[in-house]
């Protein structure tokens, strides 16, 4: 069994790009939720995926944005990107049953530095 | 909104030293209470969660208890190794049963441990 991956590991942006990050869930998941966590911060919620849909979002702009494929992977996009969105963004995978969402398990992330 | 508060860090114990880790929340209702352990370069783990008034978790010789009175969830350990060194968040979700969805975490803690 396989845990979460993310790819890549490290990336460097300039202002103003787009950027793609990629998230393979864990093996009997159906559910993705993304976290920004800059320099030494929490993560934040930025949203969740279950079953192709958007299932929840935290407090982050529309220039986030996401994707769930049927294999339950997911993609971050971010567009436009600001100085301050250089942070490591987690991906958590975790199962779903009947309104319930059981152990969230993380991804190591991808550290993003926008310069 | 709800909020989780944790002491700041650094921490820096001597092996076999005791481990206590502050953390209170603010929530509106009954949050579950989780502790998740940042090891360097690693993806965040589940070390422990507790999911109402008076419940304890434990693991791997850390506990916690809910502490609804004083909205706390403190970390203890006993005896901490080496090993242990790493970051500690505390975080709560508003689902029941220690069902998760979005996680709030605190800033985190990062304890060194040193022989």
Redesign the interface.
Known sequence: ETG?TQSPTHLIKTRGQQVTLRCSSQSGHNTV?W?QQAL??????IF?YYREEEN?R?NFPPRFSGLQFPNYSSELNVNALELDDSALY?C?S?LMVGG??????????TRLTVT | GNSVTQMEGPVTLSEEAFLTINCTYTATGYPSLFWYVQYPGEGLQLLLKATKADDKGSNKGFEATYRKETTSFHLEKGSVQVSDSAVYFCALSMLYGGSQGNLIFGKGTKLSVKP
């Not at chain 1, 030494?40 to 919620?45: D, K, L």
């Not at chain 1, 319930?100 to 992330?109: A, K, L, M, R």
């Open positions: 979460v939720s976290y030494g911060q929490g993560p934040q919620f969740q929840g935290g987690l958590a975790s319930n969402s059981y152990e969230q398990y993380f991804g190591p992330g």
